[in-house]
């Protein structure tokens, strides 16, 4: 009975981490610098009452996809995302709007765990080669220095698709993801280096995701990350 329960339990392991990889696959987001910042994020403070010290900026102009009806977080893209979005359903039939966003906010909970665990052999296949390099090295770095992050995903408040684009076989989807976090940076000794245990902050990223449509890899990979400033003064 004891090794039919080990049993058990891997093929119950084995089929959720399946069972992510289609969901990614099928469509498959100011404290002190500190290991977070490699994601290029910008952040906001809240006070008591979780309101942003700084002004939300203006959105462009939207338009629905067909799928849009699904999900609040899928109801509205960019207007001139809309006809690069016609063409990725186009080129592949399996993706819905809907769908990717479900598989990205996974892999952003993943993403942002696996690195604040130091976890490089987690990251690895969710990232692409050169996200990957940067990704460990800020890991190496913080390890170097006897450093340890402690990160808390408190919610993940909306993931919009804020761009895209079709270069050849290969699909781009940038998705602005704003979360709220409790992210704290502790020495060996476990004193506090960046961070504030007690404060929620609000994040933004801009996460770029991309896949070979025509490849039988249903799965999207972190190629690019940026802060919406960054992606503005461009």
């Given at each position: 009975?004891?090794?039919?329960d080990i049993f058990l339990f891997a093929l119950i392991a084995v089929f959720l981490v399946l069972r992510l990889r289609g969901v990614l696959g099928r469509r498959t987001g100011n404290e002190k610098q500190g290991p977070s910042d490699i994601f290029g994020r910008q952040t ?191």
């Open positions: 009975m004891q090794y039919f906001h403070d809240q006070d008591a009452n979780g309101a942003q010290n700084e002004p939300a900026s203006k959105t462009d102009n939207v338009y629905r996809l067909p799928d849009s009806a699904n999900g609040q977080d899928a109801a509205n893209v960019p207007s001139g995302t809309f006809a690069t979005l016609q063409k990725i359903q186009k080129s592949d039939p399996n993706f819905t709007q809907q769908d990717f966003l479900n598989g990205a906010r996974m892999a952003f909970e993943m993403i942002v765990e696996y690195f604040a665990k130091g976890d490089k052999d987690g990251l690895n296949p969710l990232l692409s080669a050169e996200v990957y390099k940067n990704f460990a090295a800020a890991i190496d770095a913080r390890a170097e220095k006897g450093e340890h992050e402690e990160t808390t995903l408190v919610g993940i408040k909306s993931a919009t698709i804020h761009d895209a684009s079709l270069e050849g076989r290969t699909a781009y989807v940038t998705v602005k993801f704003v979360s709220e976090e409790v992210s704290v940076i502790r020495s060996a000794d476990g004193e506090v280096v960046s961070g504030d245990p007690n404060k929620v902050i609000e994040a933004e990223d801009l996460w770029t995701f991309a896949r070979n449509i025509e490849s039988r890899d249903p799965n999207w990979q972190l190629v690019a990350t940026e802060t919406p400033e960054e992606e503005e003064a461009q």
